[in-house]
């Protein structure tokens, strides 16, 4: 049976023509575009589209209506379709008088974002703004229409799990089939024709043969190669270790500047920061943007660029180079030697340790955000452990699916540790709660996590059923790798420039910023000690690694620098 075409539903007074035939001309093929005329009409419809299952991607409401006014109407809707994306319409004539509760309501996460009435043909910047927020809903709500790799899976595993986060992480839209449907079959069928096993979860990527049970390293060398490609004798001028913020700014300005660059990751492109829902303060993006749409799109400017990537590739040690001689970079099998290195390894969550929930892992229990996990939580009960700001990206996130959220915190509040706007938008979500002083003890369940035992403020633990933890706990730098000549401080995080002990220097000035002990190897983002462990200060930094890494260059060649460029 054909599927359901998703719904865009909009609630419009005075300007119901014109901004249904705006909304129906531009989308109606793929969408079903429903109109109501007040909030009365509006819920009967969200009601009917709720009974029968029909996806509803957007709700669109003028900002005043014969029967309600709009923000309430949102508010009402929102209640009946919590995973529809929130847009505000209102006319040029109204715009003055409704920007303050307008700008009030985006503040408090009441709305995702609001549009003026297009009073012409070609509003593209209107346009623009829908098709972002239907693309982000398509990607983390409704599920791709077409797929790059197919699953074949019959049951939940932590298998299966690790491969859909990747997959998700990386932008690359996938399926998981069940053996029994034509498109499992086909899978399975073309995997016994290439003499494969068909050992489950089975992977169909890429038009390559499938694959039974694959590593997200197996996926990340069909998405990528190995590093053999680059060459026997290929040396790198930069090799960059970590693709997150940092390791991706310092990929597209070395690159687009004529250095051979080569960026390396133990996971997906994007580390952490690509695993957030929606990044609101970021320089920019008014509108936000997802974690994953920022650094896939980084992805592909540095790429456009010329550098190399290779996912899921986890680096085991470095070399530094000795008298002039290239620095060595290895991993699984293989080695890249550069002139530079760059450490952007950024860091991992804490561990949480405690038995019962380790073993559940991949299996209602995720570190760090997990997008695909999220849509797993549809009317279930989940908590989230963690105060930063990934935490409550995390807990807004899960909002849009669970019946409710828990943000288990073992300070007294969340001022200390998360920005105020995710606090605000926090407290206005009736769907969560924050515990503080209170911690995880236990977790258990039969096929994945049904419980946790709690200790609260005083000191008893409680039992609490839950269909789903997500841990964000803390940051431990990912330093493993490093060698010993590589200073760090006493939390494991990378000395740079005047923070490098003065018995390390080479001289008697301190190295340069983001200049480590070592010659030629340079740190920046999350793993710098001193950093501000945030998206747009590791970007920031990542780009101004790039004259630093042409100043020595100049300098082992023995000529003048460049002057800097834009």
């Given at each position: ?426 407290e206005g979500n009736p769907r969560i709660v924050v515990r503080p002083r209170t911690e ?127």
């Open positions: 049976m054909k599927a359901e075409k998703p719904a865009i539903l909009l609630v419009t007074g005075d300007h119901r023509d014109q901004v249904s035939e705006e909304i129906s001309s531009r989308y109606g093929r793929d969408y079903d575009v429903v109109v109501a005329g007040g909030l009365g009409e509006a819920v009967a419809a969200a009601q009917g589209l709720v009974a029968r299952h029909a996806p509803v991607a957007l709700v669109g409401v003028e900002y005043s209506l014969p029967d309600a006014q709009g923000l309430v109407t949102v508010d009402c809707l929102h209640a009946l379709i919590p995973t529809a994306k929130r847009l505000l319409l209102t006319p040029w004539e109204e715009w003055a008088a409704a920007k303050e509760p307008t700008q009030q309501a985006l503040g408090a996460g009441r709305l995702d974002f609001s549009l003026v009435i297009p009073r012409g043909a070609r509003d593209e910047e209107f346009h623009t703004a829908i098709t972002e927020s239907l693309s982000d809903w398509g990607w983390t709500t409704g599920g791709p229409v077409v797929d790059s790799v197919r699953i074949v899976a019959d049951q939940e595993t932590s298998e299966l799990t690790v491969l859909r986060d990747f997959l998700d992480r990386m932008g690359v839209p996938s399926r998981v089939y069940p053996s029994d449907h034509p498109a499992g079959q086909e899978v399975i069928a073309q995997a016994v024709s290439a003499g494969r096993p068909v050992d489950q979860p089975l992977v169909a990527a890429f038009d390559r043969d499938p694959i039974s049970r694959p590593t997200i390293g197996k996926l990340g060398r069909v998405m990528f190669g190995d590093p053999d490609a680059l060459g026997e004798g290929y040396v790198a001028d930069l090799a960059i270790v970590g693709a997150g913020p940092a390791g991706l700014a310092a990929a597209v300005y070395g690159a687009s500047e004529g250095l051979e660059t080569v960026v390396l990751d133990s996971e997906a492109i994007g580390g952490q920061a690509g695993t957030s829902s929606m990044i609101r303060n970021y320089l920019g993006f008014p509108r936000g943007i997802s974690g994953m749409r920022l650094t896939q799109r980084a992805r592909f400017q540095a790429a456009r660029f010329g550098a190399r990537f290779f996912a899921a590739r986890p680096v085991t040690s470095l070399d530094p180079g000795v008298d002039g001689e290239p620095h060595t970079v290895h991993l699984d099998g293989h080695r890249i030697r550069a002139r530079t290195v760059l450490i952007a390894s950024g860091v991992s969550y804490r561990r949480l340790g405690v038995p019962g929930i380790e073993a559940l892992v991949g299996l209602g229990v995720s570190y760090g955000a997990a997008m695909s996990a999220a849509r797993d939580c549809t009317g279930l009960d989940v908590c989230v452990v963690g105060g930063g700001n990934s935490a409550g990206q995390a807990a807004l996130h899960l909002s849009r699916f669970a019946r409710s959220v828990s943000i288990l915190i073992r300070r007294d509040s969340l001022e200390e540790t998360m920005s105020a706007y995710l606090i605000r938008e926090i995880v003890v236990d977790g258990g369940g039969g096929n994945r996590l049904e419980w946790l035992k709690l200790k609260g403020p005083d000191g008893e633990p409680t039992k609490m059923h839950v269909g789903g933890l997500f841990l964000l706990l803390g940051a431990k730098p990912c330093v493993d790798w490093i060698p010993d000549s590589v200073t760090l401080d006493e939390r494991g995080f990378v000395h740079t420039g005047r923070d490098v002990p003065p018995q390390r220097w080479g001289g008697e000035v301190p190295p340069a910023a983001l200049t480590t002990s070592v010659p030629g190897v340079f740190a920046a983002g999350d793993v710098r000690s001193g950093s501000m462990k945030r998206v747009a200060s590791a970007s920031g930094e990542g780009a101004a690694v790039v004259p630093l890494v042409h100043t020595f260059l100049d300098a082992m060649a023995g000529s003048p620098a460049p002057a800097p460029s834009a």
